[in-house]
């Protein structure tokens, strides 16, 4: 389906872009909030690293999907 491949595109390159922008965030956020544990977004940022792997993944495979040549049933 082309529009469930388009959609994984996107969402791989809206997850690039949040990977990102999650580093200097992951700063940012240690010195402005008083008393958030470094253990705590270290541990979200591991899950992170899994997921946007995995969603890289899913989005070359639906790109290498949107370029196959299409052959008619008929």
Do not use: C, K, M, W
Not at 9 to 27: K, L, M, R, W
């Amino acid at each position: 389906n082309v529009t469930g491949s388009i959609f994984f595109v996107f969402a791989a390159i809206t997850g690039i872009i949040a990977n990102n922008s999650g580093e200097g965030a992951e700063h940012t956020l240690e010195d402005a909030v008083a008393g958030i544990s470094h253990d705590l977004i270290h541990e979200h940022e591991e899950a992170a690293e899994f997921y946007f792997l995995l969603l890289l993944i899913f989005g070359a495979i639906a790109l290498i999907h949107l370029f196959q040549p299409r052959v008619s049933p008929y």
